[in-house]
């Protein structure tokens, strides 16, 4: 059995109201989640309470998941609405979110220097780019994955992450090879 | 290029959280089962309000048929009950049937 056939049997039990379905669910799916949001939001505290609320959120709309749909650009699209609505009931505008950004205290767990400079080059990216880079160049979503998950066109996601990957070779000092 | 994606997904990989999380997974549950639990109680609280008050409502009209039909089906209900708990008993061995082989 492939690994979407299980979400969609889960899926399938989980609409009928089972919580052991759904709770595996959560573990196959916590890691994704949680990755593409500590890579979209850059604070893995806050990145782990939007899973938590996008995994809830999740729960109580499970029934509107389409069959066959992909469990896991799904979730990544509620963390991402979840992230969004974060970002704006800060009222920021991006340039204080870049000031937001740059005051936060470093994430938990030792960075290399390389690391920090893509943390600081990804904060600097407009927040649909990052998250098509977090995406597409970091978890193995297709272009059409992420245009799902994320809800843009997919024209936009391409060109989102060949800008967003130029810019993070560019700030790393590697070559873009003409991708 | 493929060794500019390896060099960024190794550090794109830096942030990974672990593949099984048992404290993460448990918290979301715990939280999944306490506002279902709250949807339960809040669901069955508007049911008995509802019911209540439409009993309340329709007591008056109801009174003297549920006063002539409790008399009426007193003792049906008294045998119902009886045959019931008999079955029960019976079904749980607490009263042994006589020549039944329980193997």
């Known amino acids: 059995m492939s690994p979407a056939d299980i979400d969609e049997e889960l899926v399938e039990a989980a609409k009928a109201g089972s919580t052991g379905a759904f709770a595996r669910l959560v573990d196959r799916h916590q890691q994704a989640l949680r990755a593409f949001l500590r890579r979209t939001c850059g604070d893995w505290a806050q990145a782990d309470d939007l899973a938590q609320e996008a995994f809830l959120e999740a729960w109580s709309k499970i029934g509107r998941?389409?069959?066959?749909?992909?469990?896991?650009?799904?979730?990544?699209?509620?963390?991402y609405n979840k992230h969004l609505t974060a970002l704006r009931s800060r009222g920021r505008d991006r340039a204080r979110e870049a000031a937001y950004e740059a005051e936060k205290p470093p994430s938990s767990g030792a960075m290399t220097d390389e690391r920090l400079?893509?943390?600081a080059a990804l904060s600097e990216l407009p927040a649909d780019q990052r998250a098509c880079v977090a995406l597409c160049l970091a978890a193995d979503f297709s272009h059409a994955e992420a245009a799902e998950a994320l809800g843009l066109p997919l024209g936009t996601v391409k060109s989102h992450v060949t800008r967003g990957r130029t810019r993070l070779l560019e700030v790393l000092g590697g070559s873009d090879g003409g991708r | 290029m493929a060794d500019a994606d390896d060099r960024l997904k190794a550090l794109f990989a830096e942030d990974e959280p672990p593949a099984r999380d048992a404290v993460f997974s448990a918290a979301v549950m715990a939280e999944v089962v306490r506002r279902r639990f709250i949807v339960d109680m809040a669901l069955l609280a508007t049911v008995a309000t509802a019911s209540g008050f439409l009993l309340w409502a329709l007591w008056p009209s109801i009174a003297p048929a549920v006063a002539t039909l409790s008399q009426a089906l007193a003792p049906v209900g008294a045998c119902l009950t009886l045959a019931a708990a008999a079955v029960l008993l019976l079904d749980r061995g607490v009263i042994p049937l006589g020549g039944r082989n329980h193997g």
């Open chain 1, 65 to 79: 998941l389409q069959s066959g749909a992909s469990v896991r650009a799904w979730l990544c699209g509620i963390g």
């Open chain 1, 117 to 119: 400079t893509l943390e």
